[in-house]
């Protein structure tokens, strides 16, 4: 389908272990606080996960933009272990636009862009757009082109990929495009997670395309390794699965990790190390 | 890919006369007042349209959801010709969600459903949804159920499956499911109008579809014919599509359905009459 | 894709233990003998493995029609353990079209059904047809009809479905339809076992189908888990695969399934036991 | 899904006129023998034909191998118009394997190359291979690749790709890879001319491939239309279809190429002139 510069016996892990919206009310093993980011995170590494997925929380556990707590974040990550720290500009629903990139001031080696909008269908945010229009896209990543951050584009339907040609035909971003496939969101306007919606949306990826592949609830470790499968990194984590399996609570982000990589080297693949990655993703060492 | 209860021989035309956008400046060939529509609509069914898809304008050719022009255009085409009429609930960004649905009081025998939200780009409207709820559809289905008038569900992009397996399940709708794939349209969340993605949107209907075909701007005839083959019906006009050809204005809608129609019969499949179409469609007989 | 009677936490594993063209020489641990067959069998139940697919040798190693190797295989194996037994009628390039059939007579409640013709490009037989002409399909599936015994029919190409369809047209084979996806063959005429083509094949499979999925060689881990994630059953064993990984040969048809089922289990299935195949499979319980 | 050489406003359109099989006892109108092919590869060209695919008959119409009767068409139609002449190394029934590419001898631009063997399901050759093993396909590029022409690769199914790449990988085929999807015959081995085949074939093939579109029967029209709309050349004839309509046989050759140039012009785009043809192809001056 899509070629992929990636060999075909590796795989990049990627683990999103906080998100804007589980908590440890929904599970209590979901990681808020810097200590406990970068505690698991280092669980996580020593699993076999090359990237981690950042979102920040005030200390009572709320969304923030805070670029203090960032800085935080990353200082006793970086401390930890050599993880890739990817910041999430998705923001919460409490974030400004302006909010969701102050992270990109505490220098990520990468951040997540997402690549077009959804429509919340539930909870106090019903009916209200979660924005990110081509005007908000382009100023993001134009930011992130300033500080050498690599963008991770999170495509969360079909429709999405126009935004990405439009960057790639505006050289707004560089090979290898890194496209981040998010399935079975609860928004309007997203997709299943489905393996026909992931075949086909891997067809149709731009030419060099590293492709990850996200899949929120109980379908995420089917649809990961049928990414892996496809050539594609698998991402796991707490932000997206807070069940190891049905009526049973994740115990801790290294737990789902372990799961992947163990399905992982089944099929013949080792998880790449964060230095693997940085070289197949092709990462500035600005923010090392 | 999907069965069809309409016969290998046959194709539902629809004609898209006025639309919301384009207007009498863009091509002074657009129908805006009941007289021309209705006039223009006698015209596409001689060349071969069963169905009529209908906006309505103001003297001044604004969009207006004003009752009284509704029933003028229905009655005069009524008098014309035996057409399907098919009322747009789209509606226009001058609009309200409750303006949108007043054209049902006039009883045409079916309306469009816009089966979810997309973002407008440039213009006045730009960064405004064009709203479609979950909740707005179900409203506008449920009122559309109370008179007897059949949807045809607009679809932009594949994610708004979703909610068309979502009103099945609900059992809001009736079989057969009148599925009308819209593509290239220039909003965030549209899809290009490509052979990749009309095929893959025609594999992922749901069972018991028949579905029709827009493809807006110079894809309109090699998309529709795509659709055609793929046993579909097509939608083409002026709301669509202003250039016959490059460079070239439509001179009439006629022209454009007398187009479609040329090919449809070199491909073997003749234009099905209105009562055909209200056969394979399953309209009912109280708003004829 | 195709709609599924196996439950979603199911899966259907089947060993080849033998087949044709493996032998002691490639890797000591293929089973020949009935006593090794029928040890190595019970093996892979206590695995996982739900079916047995038989190919007999002689006692210098030969592929043989012999129907007292197979009824002593039968009996032993039935001693054994309560695996659906499966035998092949594929027999080997030394038997003919009527020797391939004789094991029927020994009353398998399976026997595999080859769809179509393949072309030799090695070996002895070089240039010369593995042949399964429409009339011979047609002969072999009566006689399994009348000992009422399940084909499974194989397919190598996605050409092979139209005998598949022919069978089903006229009424020769009884539902479910099972159907054995077979890729990676080294002959003229077979398909590569790439994603690509596994899901294209899926996707055109007829309804009411049951599908398996074999992959040849260092593809049939991967490959095999996609067909399980697409709702299919997998194949592994001897006959299909010497290799455990790159360099290392099988040590048993057993460690192939514990690695299968290992995988089948953290994706959320178990291995079916032979009376849940039994059920979904419709088998008769005449050879039971 | 293809990337294509050819402009999006032009399509090559082939005439296969005579066959090995049709005669003119199923149509009067097959043109047989040398004087008739060149009047009808003039009427064809007149309406847009920029390639003639030749099978050569004796004056008793069988298929026939006789270099002197190929000197004698190739002539002819020199005299009449420049139309490309690709002569059928398909051959006949009748004829060797080294009669089949008697032909080449004449000096073709192009010859027709078969990538896989099929097998005769009905008629007196029932049950024999009509065989294209890989040697035999080496052979005959090889030639080919002598005289300076242009191989046609002509594949039934999808598992005939595996020898096109073949043929890529080892050098033997020069880019552009020229690649007729042959569908709907009755060999077992074809596949069906269906849209699912067509787009999922179109869908794997190499980079760098032109691809022509053959249906056989009834679907030749629709078929290959929708192989022009991906962007393919079409070839027609009375060696695919000798009915106009149902029940209505073809008048001529012109006639079929007179309406998939209706059709095309519809869609925007003009037959290519054989000159232009032989620029996109990459034809060699050499046997002009």
Redesign the interface.
Known sequence: ?NQNPIPDNKVIITVAQTGAITNKKLNPNVPEQPGEIAESALDCYNEGAAICHIHARDPQGENTSDIDIFNEIHGRIKEACPIIIQDSTGGGPNLTQEERIHCLQAGPEMASLNM??L?R?SGPYK?I?W?N???EIDYYVDEMNKGGIKPEMEI????ML??VRRLIKDGRIKKPYCINIVLGMRY?????AT???L??IV??LPESSIFNCTNVG?AQ???G??GM??GGGVRVGLEDNIYY??GELVSSNAQLVA?IV??AR???KEPATPDEAREYLGLSPQNR
Chains 1, 2, 3, 4 share one sequence.
């Open positions: 389908m077009g909008t429509m269908v009916g757009a924005s229009m081509p005007d969360y339907n079909h429709a126009q935004d309007q306007g997203a997709e299943p393996a026909e919606t075949t086909s067809r149709q109980s470790t089917r649809m390794t049928l499968i496809l399996r049905k799961r163990r399905i089944e099929l013949g």
